[in-house]
T-cell receptor, first 114, second 115 residues
Framework: DADVTQTPRNRITKTGKRIMLECSQT?????MYWYRQDPGLGLRLIYY???????NKGEISDGYSVSRQAQAKFSLSLESAIPNQTALYFC?????????????FGPGTRLTVT | AQSVTQPDIHITVSEGASLELRCNYS??????LFWYVQSPGQGLQLLLK??????LVQGIKGFEAEFKRSQSSFNLRKPSVHWSDAAEYFC?????????????FGKGTRLHILP
């Protein structure tokens, strides 16, 4: 079983709809991240969480919100989806205990907003 | 501000040829450096990382990278590429686990392999 899972893997939604992307991990890591990937722009950080009570905005948080329901779960919500939020979304985790910044990625969610 | 530059958006090499993907970084302290690979339809997989010590690091799938502090570079190399190496490659730089623990990714280099 994959260590970092994302649901759904693909989603098509209409402008103005609220949607939620979910991420779960079995690695026991304390830190979790949400990125979006757009062609030619690489990965951009949306939100990150160092533990359940510590959530921080990344470089492109406008239009997004997150919830860290448990150490293993980190959800990303689009309150009112718009077409320029069409992208590939990745969840990632890392472990403070190792002292290293290496991140582990989920398989991604491809979101299309029409 | 810290940044990562991958000068080549696309690179095409023939199968069996050698490969070098360039990465330059800007960082105010000793950086921690990573190379990730993203195969089509997949998430990102760590190829290798450099934290300290020997500046030539070995990774998975036959890749290696060399940290050159004087050139602020961390180029990825492979002596002989295989068709399965066709993918997008991301260089990343980040601090050790401190309060401002964020990894900065380059914009990626897409590798094409000619048969």
């Amino acid at each position: 079983d994959a260590d970092v899972t994302q649901t759904p893997r693909n989603r098509i939604t209409k402008t103005g709809k609220r949607i939620m992307l979910e991420c779960s991990q079995t690695k026991g890591h304390d830190r979790m991240y949400w990125y979006r990937q757009d062609p030619g722009l690489g990965l951009r950080l949306i939100y990150y969480s160092f533990d359940v009570k510590d959530i921080n905005k990344g470089e492109i948080s406008d239009g997004y919100s997150v919830s860290r329901q448990a150490q293993a779960k980190f959800s990303l919500s689009l309150e009112s989806a718009i077409p320029n939020q069409t992208a590939l979304y990745f969840c990632a985790t890392s472990d403070t205990g190792t002292g290293e910044a290496e991140q582990y990625f989920g398989p991604g969610t491809r979101l299309t907003v029409t | 501000a810290q940044s990562v530059t991958q000068p080549d958006i696309h690179i095409t090499v023939s199968e069996g040829a050698s490969l070098e993907l360039r990465c330059n970084y800007s960082y105010g302290a000793t950086p921690y450096l990573f190379w990730y690979v993203q195969s089509p339809g997949q998430g990102l997989q760590l190829l290798l990382k450099y934290f300290s010590g020997d500046t030539l690091v070995q990774g998975i799938k036959g890749f290696e990278a060399e940290f050159k502090r004087s050139q602020s570079s961390f180029n990825l190399r492979k002596p002989s590429v295989h068709w399965s190496d066709a993918a997008e490659y991301f260089c990343a730089v980040g601090p050790l686990m401190n309060r401002d623990d964020k990894i900065i990714f380059g914009k990626g280099t897409r590798l094409h392999i000619l048969p």
